[in-house]
């Protein structure tokens, strides 16, 4: 579709700088002429990055950047659990997939193991209030959990790897991006394909400097809000 297009041109602009925080975006009639697209097009475009907070529009301003894709180091790492416990939403977890595998080179450099070495690989969707609102693939060092209880995997996993098998887990480095959800993704929290998401890319590091995990979470933002704080 042609304002998916537009969107994620523009969100590329915002992640290289090139359209910095603070800065206005080009004026409806640039940005229709420049993608020879219509009105239309253009202002569906900007609304799905407002949906993504990257982008804040304001009647008779036009429209600027306000956020970007983020790649910090996290201070404070809250599970989702922990994130709704002051709420009244219930949340459950529900492994779809879970299995041995080689990881390909990619998720290995995560992991900082060899190609050669085995991981769990673990699909689990979160329901929020019977709403499945997140994609999570989680991809975890056999060698560091030589007999995962696959039962503990459907509550929250860092308590499972801090309670019940004594792991010291230091925080995690999250980049975040917006995604055009693939066919799993549309299935499994019922989104259409030009619906874009947010997804977090999250590599876990436990006190001893080991890496424990790397996550890719994919979220539904009209359905949760990922909250990220970080200390001054």
């Known amino acids: 579709?042609?304002?998916?297009k537009v969107m994620l041109d523009l969100k590329a602009r915002i992640d290289s700088d090139?359209?910095?925080i603070g800065d206005s975006l080009p004026t409806e009639k640039e940005l229709i002429e420049h993608y020879s697209v219509s009105r239309s097009t253009v202002r569906k475009a900007i609304d799905e990055l407002v949906k993504l907070g990257l982008v804040e529009t304001r009647q008779g301003s036009g429209s600027?950047?306000?956020s970007k894709a983020m790649a910090n180091s996290m201070s404070n790492l809250v599970t989702t659990k922990e994130m709704l416990a002051d709420s009244d939403k219930r949340l459950?977890?529900?492994v779809v997939e879970f299995q041995l595998m080689s990881p390909d080179e990619k998720i290995a450099n995560f992991l900082k193991i060899a190609p050669s070495d085995k991981v769990y690989f673990i699909r689990r969707i979160k329901l929020i209030d019977d709403i499945p609102s997140i994609y999570e693939d989680s991809y975890m060092p056999v060698a560091l959990f030589p007999q995962?209880?696959?039962l503990?995997?459907?509550g929250s996993k860092y308590k499972y790897l801090e309670?019940?098998?004594g792991f010291k887990i230091d925080g995690a480095?999250?980049?975040f991006e917006a995604i055009m959800p693939d066919e799993n993704i549309c299935a499994a929290l019922d989104v259409s394909p030009d619906r874009p998401l947010i997804r977090i890319h999250s590599v876990g590091k436990l006190k001893d400097g080991r890496i424990f995990e790397y996550t890719r979470t994919s979220l539904n933002p009209e359905k949760y809000t990922y909250q990220h704080y970080l200390k001054r």
Do not use: G
């Open 152 to 154: 503990s995997l459907e």
């Open 1 to 4: 579709m042609l304002y998916k």
């Open 18 to 20: 090139e359209l910095q």
């Open 163 to 165: 309670q019940d098998l």
């Open 173 to 175: 480095i999250q980049d």
């Open 92 to 94: 459950v977890y529900k």
């Open 64 to 66: 600027s950047v306000i």
């Open 148 to 150: 995962i209880n696959l």
